[in-house]
T-cell receptor
Framework: NAGVTQTPKFRILKIGQSMTLQCTQD?????MYWYRQDPGMGLKLIYY???????DKGEVPNGYNVSRSTTEDFPLRLELAAPSQTSVYFC???????????????FGPGTRLTVL | AQSVTQLDSQVPVFEEAPVELRCNYS??????LFWYVQYPNQGLQLLLK??????LVKGINGFEAEFNKSQTSFHLRKPSVHISDTAEYFC???????????FGTGTRLQVFP
């Protein structure tokens, strides 16, 4: 199993550009998450999904959109990039067994995004 | 809402010395607690978790943590660290109201030879 994969690894955007961060997992997990990690700030939840076709906002959703058309894929879309979106983005997945917080979250290697 | 405090942003230590990374959470109601490790340029991976039962939890790579309900703490310990333990360590607590994990700001463990 490859686990959780993310592309690209690095990206530089100009202000106002758009892009999609890709995330794929091959563990048949229902739950998937997008986090951003800023220095000294820990991880903040952007969006999450409890299954195909179901998504919901996390703590910091403004400026982002997601979709979940399949169990495997959970892309994150930035429509109008802003310098405040410079961050490292992590995708994670976890299996379904009772409450979501029973379970380990499996993380991808991250995408480092810079908006200039 | 739940919150997590990791009091030390950086912990320098010499190889083979013991280490404790501190974590406190805000609520005394039933919680689930986690420690994750992030090696340079990698994603996070689970070290250990506490859901219920014994308050001393053993994880991978020789780490262990003790759940202390009265102190609302979940400190991570290792009796003898290696250079390879150099990484960022995140404590996380479940928010039972939202069924989400709340992460602390992280502690950078730097092990020197």
């Amino acid at each position: 199993n490859a686990g959780v994969t993310q592309t690209p690894k690095f990206r530089i955007l100009k202000i106002g550009q758009s892009m999609t961060l890709q995330c794929t997992q091959d563990m048949n997990h229902n739950y998937m998450y997008w986090y951003r990690q800023d220095p000294g700030m820990g991880l903040k939840l952007i969006y999450y999904s409890v299954g195909a076709g179901i998504t919901d906002k996390g703590e910091v959703p403004n400026g982002y959109n997601v979709s979940r058309s399949t169990t495997e894929d959970f892309p994150l879309r930035l429509e109008l990039a802003a310098p405040s979106q410079t961050s490292v983005y992590f995708c994670a997945s976890s299996p379904t067994s009772g409450r979501a917080t029973y379970n380990e979250q499996f993380f991808g290697p991250g995408t480092r995004l810079t908006v200039l | 809402a739940q919150s997590v405090t990791q009091l030390d942003s950086q912990v320098p230590v010499f190889e083979e010395a013991p280490v404790e990374l501190r974590c406190n959470y805000s609520s005394s109601v039933s919680v689930y607690l986690f420690w994750y490790v992030q090696y340079p340029n990698q994603g996070l991976q689970l070290l250990l978790k506490y859901l219920s039962g014994s308050t001393l939890v053993k994880g991978i790579n020789g780490f262990e943590a003790e759940f202390n309900k009265s102190q609302t703490s979940f400190h991570l310990r290792k009796p003898s660290v290696h250079i390879s333990d150099t990484a960022e360590y995140f404590c996380a607590v479940s928010d039972r109201a939202t069924d989400k994990l709340i992460f602390g700001t992280g502690t950078r463990l730097q092990v020197f030879p």
